[in-house]
Each structure stands twice: as structure tokens, then as C-alpha cells.
């Protein structure tokens, strides 16, 4: 730190990547996990990501709906 109580950017700089790094929000894959994660109960009994019912039906949906695409536009032939 300066002798006249000023502070560099590089010290402000690393001051906030020591903010940031910890914040959930400001890091993808943490809020990523948490978008998708169950509301009710985001972690199950053995500490393991618990992922939404939404998004479970939803990929199960887009799966049919892809399975049935390919079934008629290649295995009707």
C-alpha cells in the first residue's frame, strides 16, 4: 500500500477477483447448478446435486420428440 494511503489498481483489482471468485452468482457453473437444481431439495442425502423435475421432463420430451423425428424421416423409408 501507497505511503500516502492511496491503493494501486493492481490491489483493487485482486481484492475483487478475492470477492468474486467466492460469489455463486458471479460464477457460471455454480449458477448453472443452481438454476437447474431442485427448488425443494437441491442436494439429496448423500451430498449429491439433486436436478428439477422440469428439467428431468423436459429432456425427457425433447428426447421423444427427437426419437420420433428420426423414426419418420429416416426409419419410415
Not at 20 to 34: F, H, K, M, V, W
Not at 38 to 59: A, C
Amino acid at each position: 500500500m501507497d505511503t500516502q494511503g492511496y491503493i494501486s489498481t493492481q490491489e483493487v483489482r485482486q481484492a475483487l477477483k478475492q470477492i468474486y471468485r467466492g460469489d455463486a452468482e458471479t460464477n457460471p457453473q455454480s449458477s448453472l447448478l443452481i438454476f437447474f437444481s431442485d427448488e425443494l431439495r437441491p442436494v439429496d442425502e448423500k451430498g449429491r446435486w439433486k436436478p428439477s423435475p422440469l428439467l428431468i421432463l423436459t429432456l425427457v420430451l425433447l428426447c421423444a420428440l427427437l426419437g420420433v423425428f428420426l423414426y419418420f424421416s429416416i426409419g419410415g423409408r
